[in-house]
T-cell receptor
Framework: DAGVIQSPRHEVTEMGQEVTLRCKPI?????LFWYRQTMMRGLELLIY????????DSGMPEDRFSAKMPNASFSTLKIQPSEPRDSAVYFC??????????????FGSGTQLSVL | QKEVEQNSGPLSVPEGAIASLNCTYS??????FFWYRQYSGKSPELIMS????GDQEDGRFTAQLNKASQYVSLLIRDSQPSDSATYLC??????????FGAGTILRVKS
């Protein structure tokens, strides 16, 4: 398996523009997570899905952020409009719920977002 | 109070020594605990899981859990330069929701 695939790897945009980050989870995994990592705040959970359904979006910072999972193999995180404080590395992760390994997250390579 | 707290470091140890990394958590209802390793510019990867009080060993790594003190630790024996990374403590509060600490930077000097 290719692992969790994220695109793009790097995104540079100007303040006010729309940004869309994409994620393909590992085939067969039933949980998908979006995290954001900064030096100041560490790794923060933004939202997670179970079987394509959003379960907890309490970490989404504000209405400018939205996430969708239209099917089991694809998810997007959208920021509209973007602001400089959104600059961070955004990670997507997936996992398979089993009693033994339910919290073992497999992370993608991340998207480095810079908002100028 | 942060949900999961770690000393940011850096923690510097000589090659071959034992590195001791610590983590405290605030929610007494937390059920499962994890250590992830993150190399610079890379994504986190799971190295240890622990679910009950006591020690859990895997090769050179030992995770220790004390629920009464709300304390988790990671010991790395015979530290190697390749162990130099940021170590993230993660706690599952409920469901499948992992909360991460800010991480401790470990530097192993050869």
């Amino acid at each position: 398996d290719a692992g969790v695939i994220q695109s793009p790897r790097h995104e540079v945009t100007e303040m006010g523009q729309e940004v869309t980050l994409r994620c393909k989870p590992i085939s067969g995994h039933d949980y998908l997570f979006w995290y954001r990592q900064t030096m100041m705040r560490g790794l923060e959970l933004l939202i997670y899905f179970n079987n394509n359904v959003p379960i907890d979006d309490s970490g989404m910072p504000e209405d400018r952020f939205s996430a969708k999972m239209p099917n089991a193999s694809f998810s997007t995180l959208k920021i509209q409009p973007s602001e400089p404080r959104d600059s961070a590395v955004y990670f997507c992760a997936s996992s398979l719920f089993t009693l033994r390994h339910k919290e073992k997250l497999f992370f993608g390579s991340g998207t480095q977002l810079s908002v100028l | 109070q942060k949900e999961v707290e770690q000393n940011s470091g850096p923690l510097s140890v000589p090659e071959g020594a034992i590195a001791s990394l610590n983590c405290t958590y605030s929610d007494r209802g937390s059920q499962s605990f994890f250590w992830y390793r993150q190399y610079s510019g890379k994504s986190p990867e799971l190295i240890m899981s622990i679910y009950s009080n006591g020690d859990q060993e895997d090769g050179r790594f030992t995770a220790q859990l004390n629920k009464a003190s709300q304390y988790v630790s990671l010991l790395i024996r015979d530290s190697q330069p390749s162990d130099s990374a940021t170590y993230l403590c993660a706690v599952n509060r409920y469901g499948n929701k992992l909360v991460f600490g800010a991480g401790t930077i470990l530097r192993v000097k050869s």
